[in-house]
């Protein structure tokens, strides 16, 4: 799974209403993750067959995902996982 489809995964539980700790957060939320998974793509070498990410196309971090997708994906995993399980 590519860090844009474990946030696409996360965002649409937010959004599904399936979790209620707290409603009110859940939508900004998904909103939040989907946005940094839009803005934040790998920059692809284009050269060479088989060139791995070369960093962040936006934010021009060198590492791929970036700080703000790996920040973003921490999310995800929690949400993914449950936030209840992650609470207790």
Known sequence: MTPTQEIEAAARKLSSGMLIARADLDVPLAKLLRETAALHTPNECGKHVGC???GCEWCGDEDWPCADMRNA????RVVVRGINTVAS
Do not use: F, Q, S
């Open 52 to 54: 791995g990410p070369l």
């Open 73 to 76: 994906l921490a999310v995800a």
